[in-house]
């Protein structure tokens, strides 16, 4: 038994002007775009694409490649159950702006249970950027109860004696302490997956972004960014 509509064309698909329209919008504004964030654009240019039907054309067109995800072999830490119980934080260095302008850091605070998360590109990942970034995020989503972060100095000093090794308080870690937050240190980057996973995200997507607004600067990052 064979249907009459096999190799027919679906009554349901795009006109083919769309899809030509589509295909030469991306050859020409979006080429290394991965198709959902194509779809995206195309979609505030007027032409309503599908991400996954975008993806069929771009296959077609050999214009991109899928991509087979990775067997994960570790177990991920459960989300907190609470909004402002955990907070993630984390610096991205990258050439964010493809050398149009200066080398920047993107420092990020994340919520664990919800992912909302405050962000700002900083010249480099210092004290005085968390602290920035922190009076930020304070002013804008309230005080948690939890950070985690790696064990970069910022974090954590430590007092050297002939014999013994005795922590002493950075002047981040002791900001915490007079607003009554605590630090957790992570022991390696994979602890903190819901912001590492953020950056991902970010290197790729914002980077387009920084590009379409033609971004030279940190303060124009930062417009782009808001």
């Known amino acids: 038994m064979i249907h009459r509509q096999r190799g ?16 030469a919008a991306y050859r020409q504004d979006y080429p290394d775009f991965g198709p959902t964030l194509a779809s995206e654009k195309l979609q505030a240019r007027g ?9 069929r054309w771009l296959l077609a067109e050999r214009l991109w490649e899928r991509r087979r995800r990775r067997e994960v072999h570790r177990q991920r ?11 993630q934080g984390d610096g991205s260095h990258h050439d964010w702006l493809e050398g149009r ?25 210092t004290t ?39 922590p002493s308080l950075t002047q981040f870690k002791r900001a915490l302490k007079e607003l009554d937050i605590g630090l957790i240190l992570a022991n390696r980057p994979q602890a903190k997956g819901r912001v590492e ?8 997507r914002l980077v387009k972004e920084l590009r379409l607004a033609n971004a030279k600067t940190l303060e124009e990052a930062n417009e782009v960014l808001e």
């Not at 996973?197 to 790729?204: E, K, L």
Request: aromatic share 10%; with cysteine.
């Open 8 to 23: 027919q064309r679906s009554h349901r698909a795009k006109a083919e002007v769309v899809r030509q329209a589509a295909i």
């Open 47 to 55: 032409l309503e694409v599908d991400h996954e039907t975008l993806r």
């Open 77 to 87: 830490r459960e989300r907190r159950e609470c909004f402002g119980e955990l907070i």
């Open 101 to 125: 302008g200066p080398r920047m850091v993107l420092v990020v605070m994340i919520d664990d249970a919800t992912s909302r998360a405050t962000a700002r590109f900083y010249e480099a990942e």
């Open 128 to 166: 005085e950027a968390y602290m920035d970034l922190l009076g930020r995020y304070l002013r804008k989503r309230g005080r948690m109860r939890w950070m985690y972060v790696d064990k970069d100095r910022i974090f954590r000093a430590e007092k050297r004696d002939v014999d013994y090794v005795e």
């Open 197 to 204: 996973r953020f950056n991902q995200t970010a290197q790729d």
